[in-house]
């Protein structure tokens, strides 16, 4: 894939997610149309938006703390800015990943071959998660909680139909293959998304822990300190 800046003159990165919300099919013209590049929908669009659902999960858990079930845990500092720069990061990779197998898929269903165009498809098919990442501020509050998931849900099943259109323009899946094509894809991203995912998680609960048993030498070795005559 080229990783060459992007030309100038899309729209703001919010207007684009705007006009994918609320008129999707003009928009995915508007996409299929304009000159782009994997660096530059990184820079101007995709690392802005990411940043959203990762800063009001940092802000959230430091501030509500994190439902564990039903008990409100208090999660240390280190521990959850590690975490949420970690989920970062692998969503970022995640979304290049996609954009492969959509790329590699192309063909299979009546598609063309364009690593840039998959690209498009990958990054801004996510904009219904992107905004509703705001429900991470309240995901750890009991009623709130619930309703966050389910906007978040909401959120992912409507990127699923964005995704449909994407694959319908930017790749030229003819329509009645582009159902079956967005299934695969969905598939086959969700399994590699889950593995990679999952060993984030696995890297979080040790650093979490190793900050915990760090904070709990120090504690010791304070109290310690200060029992000596």
Do not use: H
């Amino acid at each position: 894939m080229s990783l060459d800046a992007t030309p100038a003159g899309r729209p703001s990165f919010l207007n684009r997610a705007v006009n994918l919300l609320m008129r999707p099919k003009a928009e995915w013209a508007v996409i299929d149309a304009e000159p782009a590049s994997i660096k530059g929908i990184y820079l101007s669009y995709l690392l802005i938006w990411l940043a959203v659902p990762a800063m009001c999960q940092l802000i959230g858990q430091l501030v509500f703390g994190v439902n564990v079930f039903g008990f409100i845990v208090r999660p240390p500092l280190f521990g959850t800015l590690v975490g949420v720069i970690l989920n970062y990061a692998a969503m970022a990779a995640w979304i290049f990943v996609f954009a492969l197998i959509i790329d590699l898929f192309a063909p299979s269903f009546g598609g063309q071959k364009n690593a840039v165009q998959a690209f498009k498809a990958a990054a801004y098919a996510g904009a219904p998660s992107y905004v509703a990442g705001v429900l991470y501020l309240v995901i750890s509050l009991p009623f709130l909680g619930m309703l966050a998931w389910l906007g978040l849900f909401a959120a992912a099943v409507y990127g699923v139909y964005l995704l449909y259109l994407g694959l319908r323009n930017v790749m030229k899946s003819p329509a009645d293959k582009a159902v079956l094509y967005t299934l695969v894809v969905c598939l086959v991203g969700g399994i590699i998304g889950f593995v990679l995912f999952f060993c984030v998680g696995l890297i979080n609960t040790m650093a979490g822990a190793g900050a915990a048993g760090a904070l709990a030498a120090q504690s010791a070795a304070q109290s310690a300190a200060m029992a000596k005559p």
